[in-house]
């Protein structure tokens, strides 16, 4: 398992974070990913074949289950499916299979804040281990908003809860602009302004980890 | 032949228009449909509003109940919104239950009205730990012709603004509620969350308010939600093409204008309704 600790300036601290890929047997791309006690399990299959109803005659179609870790899918979750399904539709290049289905489950296994974040680096993380061509990679961060205005990044259940605001972004790696934004709360235009650039900054530690985890896997160690 | 091409390419066909900045219903990139607003159309509800935003009409009912308290909140009482997209409103919805884009409406609603403080929640309380209000806001999309959350929100703003509560009292004696149904209370509104939604187009065209055939072709969807105060309440962006900065600055400028336009519109409605009385 391959875990990174980045120490930064006092409230731009990620926590530690760590991935695994290719953990489950069956799913043609798995992987865990850790933040804090954060803690994501995904499994990726395709491209397989795909409901007759469900089809789309030049792409592929994407479909996204999170699994909460009790109880049934309600609601909330659904809001975070459609979330991460059309942040994998923009990455994924769909063409290459079309009338096929990518399927991405993720099963919680603990939520400690950041939730969103975790499902999405987790997501990402196991379309690169199953192979699936795409155009870009993505990574994702949450900002928390203090009654004082502070900006926490990276937060804890406990610091969301007490944050009158939440902000979750996903960025994409060529670029580096907004691929997806889930907001809740209110706040001005300069905070959300500041927020997307301490994400953007934190999101190139992301991109990094996930070169090095590439880098480890594939290189020739016996 | 305009029509065999719309039909052949439809993306080519759009795209020849955006070259001329403007679009095939004839509006600008920048503007919105006409919306109109009607309040209290359901009588049997405690309060309802149609909105029509071009085509897309959605009607809100508002059912207040009674109810205890949850017991992690017990001086508040709460709002439950449920968005329907019957397949009456368009052909992309079949019957069965709700799918993925009215669960993901409903949850948006909800955290708008959290978001924005609209209602405070310890007014709904009645007597702590024993008896609150809660609000069922039904919010069901009549058709469906593109963005249907600006339509949603200004739907059940104008709705909440209309409804009408009975005071209630607890019989000290008997420990009942008692519901005075010839006293109505209107509710207190704190703010006018009002959204507007873009579409991107081939990653660089912005435009606002799409239809329903402009929000399939299009790249990304974005909704930023304002209140009166030039406070964001959300910027809801579920993926698709990234956004620059720029971009989505120019687009929270739009927002912003467009919460006047509407917070006048709404305020005249109600306004109207008061002086009809």
């Known amino acids: 398992m391959t875990t990174m600790m980045e120490l930064d300036q006092s409230y731009s601290v990620l926590r530690e974070y760590g991935s695994e890929q290719s953990l489950l047997s069956k799913p043609d791309g798995s992987s865990t990913f850790v933040q804090g006690d954060t803690s994501i399990l995904a499994g990726v299959y395709g491209p397989a074949e795909v409901k007759v109803s469900k089809e789309i005659y030049d792409r592929a179609t994407v479909e996204v289950l999170i699994q909460p870790k009790m109880g049934l899918p309600g609601v909330r979750e659904r809001a975070r499916e459609q979330c991460v399904r059309e942040t994998c539709e923009a990455a994924l290049l769909l063409t290459l299979h079309p009338r096929s289905s990518v399927t991405v489950i993720l099963q919680v296994i603990h939520d400690d804040g950041s939730l969103l974040s975790c499902c999405l680096n987790a997501a990402c993380m196991a379309l690169m281990d199953a192979g699936l061509p795409m155009s870009h990679l993505f990574c994702s961060v949450t900002c928390a908003i203090s009654k004082e205005g502070q900006i926490i990044i990276d937060p804890t259940a406990r610091q969301e809860k007490e944050c009158p605001a939440l902000l979750t972004f996903a960025i994409d790696s060529a670029e580096c602009n907004v691929l997806m934004s889930s907001t809740t709360g209110s706040f001005s235009v300069q905070e959300l302004q500041q927020c997307i650039a301490i994400s953007q900054k934190a999101s190139e530690q992301i991109f990094q980890f996930y070169r090095d985890s590439v880098k480890r896997r594939y290189s020739k160690i016996k | 032949m305009a029509a065999g091409f719309k039909t052949a ?32 159309s359901v009588s049997t509800a405690d309060g309802s509003a149609l909105v029509k935003i071009g085509n897309t009409t959605v009607i809100c009912g508002i059912k207040a109940e009674l109810t205890t308290p949850p017991s992690d909140a017990p001086n508040r009482g709460y709002i439950v919104p449920n968005v329907d997209l019957p397949p009456l409103c368009s052909s992309k919805f079949r019957p069965g239950p709700p799918g993925e884009q009215a669960q993901a409406a409903s949850q948006f609603i909800a955290d708008v009205i959290e978001s924005s403080d609209l209602i405070n929640m310890e007014e709904l309380c009645i007597e702590k730990s024993k008896l609150c209000w809660v609000l069922y806001c039904d919010i069901m999309c009549l058709d469906y012709d593109g963005n249907l959350l600006d339509a949603c929100i200004i739907v059940l703003l104008a709705a909440l603004k209309n409804a009408q509560l009975p005071e209630v009292t607890i019989n000290k004696e008997t420990d009942l509620a008692e519901a005075d149904i010839q006293k109505k209370q209107p509710l207190k509104i704190n703010r006018l969350p009002v959204g507007s939604s873009f579409a991107v187009f081939d990653d660089s065209i912005i435009i606002v308010d799409p239809t329903a055939e402009e929000e399939s072709l299009s790249t990304a969807l974005l909704t930023v939600v304002t209140d009166e105060e030039d406070r964001l309440c959300a910027v809801h962006k579920p993926g698709g093409t990234s956004l620059s900065g720029e971009k989505l600055q120019h687009c929270i400028n739009r927002a912003i204008t467009r919460n006047k336009e509407i917070s006048k519109l709404v305020n005249k409605v109600t306004e109207s309704m008061k002086t009809a009385k």
Request: hydrophobic letters at 20%; charged letters at 35%.
């Open chain 2, 9 to 40: 390419e439809p993306l080519e066909y759009h795209r020849s228009f955006l070259k001329e900045n403007c679009r095939p219903d004839g509006r600008e990139l920048g503007e919105f449909r006409p919306t109109t607003l009607n309040i209290s």
